[in-house]
């Protein structure tokens, strides 16, 4: 099994045409599109897709998963409605981009039993949003923290209306001082997109960003994790900080690729 790995536009260039052209530079298989800033529904037709979609083919790449940045968390009451079909209209275009995948980072989970309300409206949104995603054909993958792991199985456990993801996250795990191997094995039915970060605990104990493969995460052993669960999703190389973002992904790549042989 080959590893298909992609990086997000936005880490590569403020400009779309030139991020696409440094992707395929570094002949990696896809690309992760932000789908509220970067591109968004409102700003292509059909023909615009079309376009689009034959420009990415000439290039040898594919959309690898769309992201949907909230400025909220998505049970936030406040204009929910306008939240819900902002990103309905996210996954139906992430659907016509060619890829069946959507991250969100819903927020901090609320602690059911001390902010029911809160949980509740979570409960509810994400069933409406599985259930759009069977008719639609997207999965929506949540980036979420692995602090309360409890938490996360309840939530998964309470959205029944259709197919949720967890897009899995190596330094959340870290930040979240959790054990990455057993907590991959118990969710990796979820895992339908794996965001590959590294990063190192500095002396206050706080974790910061570092280039993949010089930080605390172990590699090695993740990616033979990954291939002994079969994993068939995507790996977004991502970084969120750093003077040379594009750089650091580059390097990251070839660090992969030189851990997987398979």
């Known amino acids: 099994m080959k590893f298909q790995y992609?990086?997000?536009?936005?880490?590569?260039?403020t400009n779309l045409k030139q991020a696409l052209l440094a992707a395929a530079r570094l002949k990696v298989a896809g690309v992760q599109l932000d789908?509220?800033?970067?591109?968004s529904p409102d700003q292509m037709g059909n023909t615009a897709i079309r376009d689009f979609k034959n420009r990415l083919n000439e290039m040898n790449l594919?959309?690898?998963?769309?992201a949907?940045?909230?400025?909220?968390?998505?049970?936030?009451?406040?204009w929910i409605?306008?939240?819900l079909e902002a990103l309905r209209a996210a996954m139906t275009f992430c659907y016509q981009l060619g890829t069946d995948v959507l991250t969100v980072r819903p927020g901090r989970l609320p602690d059911p039993e001390q902010r029911p309300a809160e949980w509740q409206i979570l409960c509810e949104v994400l069933n409406e949003l599985a259930q759009f995603g069977n008719h639609s054909g997207v999965t929506l993958c949540l980036?979420?923290?692995?602090?309360f792991p409890t938490r996360v199985r309840q939530l998964l456990q309470a959205?029944?209306?259709g197919s949720l993801g967890i897009n899995f996250d190596p330094l959340s795990v870290m930040a979240a001082e959790g054990d990455l191997m057993n907590l991959f094995r118990e969710f990796h039915v979820d895992v339908k997109h794996v965001r590959a970060r590294d990063g190192i605990r500095n002396i206050d104990d706080e974790i910061e960003e570092s280039p993949l493969g010089m930080g605390g995460v172990d590699w090695p052993q993740f990616l033979a994790l990954l291939h002994e669960a079969d994993y068939q999703g995507w790996i977004v190389i991502d970084r969120t900080s750093g003077e040379d973002r594009a750089g650091d992904l580059?390097?990251?790549?070839s660090y992969l690729r030189e851990l997987s042989p398979f």
């Open 6 to 13: 992609a990086l997000p536009t936005r880490c590569l260039s």
């Open 35 to 39: 789908v509220r800033q970067e591109v």
């Open 62 to 66: 594919k959309v690898a998963s769309g």
């Open 68 to 78: 949907f940045p909230m400025r909220q968390a998505i049970y936030d009451p406040q």
């Open 81 to 83: 409605e306008q939240r």
């Open 143 to 147: 980036s979420l923290s692995m602090e």
């Open 159 to 161: 959205v029944t209306e």
């Open 250 to 253: 580059s390097v990251g790549l």
